[in-house]
């Protein structure tokens, strides 16, 4: 299995623009997370899914930040408007099941707002 | 959820063992302790986890204190790919969350 693909890699847009960024789950994963990576804040669970239904969103920050997984294998987390103090990595992560509970992180998005 | 402390950072040199110990005081009798690395300019990667019993696998071995107030996690030979921020978590899978919850973690250098 090629792992957890997120793209983009890398994402440079100007404060007030729309960002969507994507995952694709390993196949066959139940569960899809999204967290947030900052030197400040450290690593933080955003919103998590199972079975493609959202389960724990209150690590969204603000109602510009919204989540979705339209099937088991894609995952997009939007911003808009974004905003400079958005910029971070962001990682997806994906899970078997609760029993084996081992998630695997994809290689991010880092996503600069200027 | 339970707290876990671990020191800001340690060093090591290339070969040698390495104990990155972990705090866990206020655990649960069904918490599991987790424990994942943060290679730089990657995604966090298991590392492995235990309940009660010391484990091992090919990446480490987990060594759980009796009253499991505590455990450390054990790198036979360290070499230079093994420098990374080690985090060490608990997590009950009988809880109503499926949440890993990363603390700061141990960053690790090791010096060739």
């Known amino acids: 299995d090629a792992g957890v693909i997120q793209s983009p890699r890398h994402e440079v847009t100007e404060m007030g623009q729309e960002v969507t960024l994507r995952c694709k789950p390993i196949?066959?994963?139940?569960?899809l997370f999204w967290y947030r990576q900052t030197m400040m804040r450290g690593l933080e669970l955003l919103i998590y899914?199972?079975?493609?239904?959202?389960?724990?969103d209150s690590g969204m920050p603000e109602d510009r930040f919204s989540a979705k997984m339209p099937n088991a294998s894609f995952s997009t987390l939007k911003i808009q408007p974004s905003e400079p103090r958005d910029s971070a990595v962001y990682f997806c992560?994906?899970?078997?099941?609760?029993?084996?509970?081992?998630?695997?992180f994809g290689p991010g998005t880092r996503l600069t707002v200027l | 959820d339970a707290k876990t402390t671990q020191p800001n950072s340690m060093e090591s040199n290339e070969e040698e063992p390495v104990h990155l110990p972990c705090n866990h005081s206020?655990?649960?009798?069904?918490?599991?302790i987790h424990w994942y690395r943060q290679l730089p300019s990657q995604g966090p990667e298991y590392v492995i986890h235990?309940?009660?019993s010391n484990v091992n696998n090919r990446m480490a071995s987990l060594a759980i204190a009796e009253d499991r107030k505590s455990s450390t996690l054990i790198l036979h030979r360290a070499t230079l790919r093994d420098a990374a921020v080690y985090y060490c978590?608990?997590?009950?899978?009988?809880?109503?969350?499926?949440?890993?919850?990363f603390g700061t973690g141990t960053r690790l250098q090791v010096f060739p």
């Open positions: 978590i608990l997590r009950d899978p009988l809880g109503n969350t499926d949440k890993l919850i």
């Open positions: 196949s066959g994963h139940d569960y």
């Open positions: 206020t655990i649960s009798g069904t918490d599991y």
């Open positions: 899914f199972n079975n493609n239904v959202p389960i724990d």
């Open positions: 992560a994906s899970s078997f099941d609760r029993e084996t509970d081992t998630q695997y």
């Open positions: 235990g309940l009660t």
